[in-house]
């Protein structure tokens, strides 16, 4: 399982200097709107240093992390929902996506143009909040009406349920609200599936801060992160052992890509188990609650189809006793059956028909 994250936050915010500093792919990063028209993509490994450790015991031929999937779109401008910019292009793009990551910009350069002509970071992240509710705003109060011509014709029980929630929503996002503070029911989130609105998405706010602040406690709110694009962008460039004394001469414990990670497995609620032997030591991300027959689909269909147990180990559990036959003969070697919930940082073995 792969999950994409969506780039997003006014023009000259450095959204694209950050997604080259975090996927290593060069795109065109100018001082003006709209320099990134189409989306651009970039695929990354998510650092895990357990799957390194878990190699050497099983001598595994190969390492395979996980992945995460950064999307890089269009800047936003006040307007979008109704057409301004690229408009309804860019807010397809961020349907696309499981989490928002808005970038605003809190660093000040006179080299490179404000699209308000300040620095104003909470106005910046009221304008695409305001901008991602009236898109969603329009979307359902135009299915609320294809709702009520329905409820004229022949009655529909599971329509009074669904004009139920819409005008719930419609109400939150009229005063201007995301939908994402809300809590949802079972059969309420099935209908909101349909609807595909922007604003149930998780945001991680980025600031986007200057170089003398890196090592500073900037007391963001709860659901934020400060990363330098600036300084990320110097760390691509080096080799892995180079970047990693960088960060200690800046004071910093974890790279911004690290931090990101972190923070958009929380919002997703996302967790790791691990696989390794001698053909391969490999990641696997999974919803957090998973149970091991369905974490063994993630793999194959076919293990959660014919699934009978699951041996389990902790990672640590396992390297401190050196391998899989060591940790049963030290009976840490669990056996699980269909109702057991993964742990992040699983070593699992399943077995199936």
């Given at each position: 399982m792969s999950f994409s994250l969506g780039i997003v936050g006014l023009p000259n915010v450095g959204k694209s200097t950050l997604f080259q500093a975090l996927t290593r792919n060069k795109?065109?990063?100018?001082?003006?709107?709209?320099?990134?028209?189409?989306?651009?993509?970039?695929?990354?490994?998510?650092?895990?240093?357990?799957?390194?450790?878990?190699?050497?015991?099983?001598?595994?031929?190969?390492?395979?992390?996980?992945?995460?999937?950064f999307v890089d779109i269009a800047g936003l401008v006040k307007g979008a929902s109704e057409g301004e910019g690229l408009g309804n292009k860019f807010l397809s793009h961020i349907r696309k996506v499981d989490a928002i990551v808005q970038v605003i910009r809190h660093f000040q350069d006179n080299n490179v143009t404000h699209v308000h002509g300040n620095i104003d970071p909470e106005y910046d992240k009221q304008i695409i909040n305001l901008e991602l509710i009236m898109a969603d705003l329009d979307t359902v109060t135009k299915h609320l009406d294809k709702v009520l011509t329905k409820m004229k014709g022949a009655y529909d029980k599971s329509?009074?349920?669904?004009?139920?929630?819409?005008l719930k929503i419609k109400e939150t996002l009229e005063k201007n609200q995301l939908l994402n503070s809300l809590e949802f029911e079972a059969d309420e989130k099935k209908i909101l599936q349909q609807l595909n609105l922007l604003t149930t998405k998780p945001i991680i706010y980025l600031y986007n801060i200057a170089e003398e602040n890196v090592d500073q406690d900037?007391?963001?709110?709860?659901?934020?992160?400060?990363?330098?694009?600036?300084?990320?962008?110097?760390?691509?460039?080096?080799?892995?052992?180079?970047?990693?004394?960088?960060?200690?001469?800046?004071?910093i414990a974890k790279s911004g890509l690290e931090n990101l990670i972190i923070a958009s497995y929380k919002l997703l609620n996302l967790i790791t188990f691990i696989t390794t032997g001698p053909e391969e030591t490999r990641a696997w991300t999974i919803t957090e609650g998973t149970k091991a027959?369905?974490?063994?689909?993630?793999?194959?269909?076919?293990?959660?189809?014919?699934?009978?147990?699951?041996e389990v180990i902790n990672w640590q559990t396992l390297l401190d006793d050196g391998g899989w036959n060591k940790g049963k003969e030290a009976g840490h070697m669990r056996m699980e059956g269909k109702d057991y919930i993964m742990k992040d940082g699983d070593t699992v073995h399943f077995h199936f028909n």
């Amino acid at each position: 399982m792969s999950f994409s994250l969506g780039i997003v936050g006014l023009p000259n915010v450095g959204k694209s200097t950050l997604f080259q500093a975090l996927t290593r792919n060069k795109v065109e990063a100018s001082n003006y709107p709209f320099c990134t028209i189409d989306p651009n993509v970039g695929v990354v490994a998510v650092p895990d240093s357990r799957l390194d450790q878990l190699a050497q015991i099983s001598k595994s031929a190969k390492i395979i992390p996980t992945t995460i999937e950064f999307v890089d779109i269009a800047g936003l401008v006040k307007g979008a929902s109704e057409g301004e910019g690229l408009g309804n292009k860019f807010l397809s793009h961020i349907r696309k996506v499981d989490a928002i990551v808005q970038v605003i910009r809190h660093f000040q350069d006179n080299n490179v143009t404000h699209v308000h002509g300040n620095i104003d970071p909470e106005y910046d992240k009221q304008i695409i909040n305001l901008e991602l509710i009236m898109a969603d705003l329009d979307t359902v109060t135009k299915h609320l009406d294809k709702v009520l011509t329905k409820m004229k014709g022949a009655y529909d029980k599971s329509l009074d349920k669904e004009k139920a929630l819409l005008l719930k929503i419609k109400e939150t996002l009229e005063k201007n609200q995301l939908l994402n503070s809300l809590e949802f029911e079972a059969d309420e989130k099935k209908i909101l599936q349909q609807l595909n609105l922007l604003t149930t998405k998780p945001i991680i706010y980025l600031y986007n801060i200057a170089e003398e602040n890196v090592d500073q406690d900037l007391a963001l709110a709860e659901g934020s992160i400060a990363i330098c694009a600036k300084t990320e962008a110097e760390l691509a460039d080096l080799p892995p052992e180079e970047a990693k004394e960088y960060l200690q001469e800046l004071g910093i414990a974890k790279s911004g890509l690290e931090n990101l990670i972190i923070a958009s497995y929380k919002l997703l609620n996302l967790i790791t188990f691990i696989t390794t032997g001698p053909e391969e030591t490999r990641a696997w991300t999974i919803t957090e609650g998973t149970k091991a027959p369905q974490a063994a689909g993630v793999i194959h269909s076919d293990f959660e189809a014919g699934f009978i147990r699951a041996e389990v180990i902790n990672w640590q559990t396992l390297l401190d006793d050196g391998g899989w036959n060591k940790g049963k003969e030290a009976g840490h070697m669990r056996m699980e059956g269909k109702d057991y919930i993964m742990k992040d940082g699983d070593t699992v073995h399943f077995h199936f028909n």
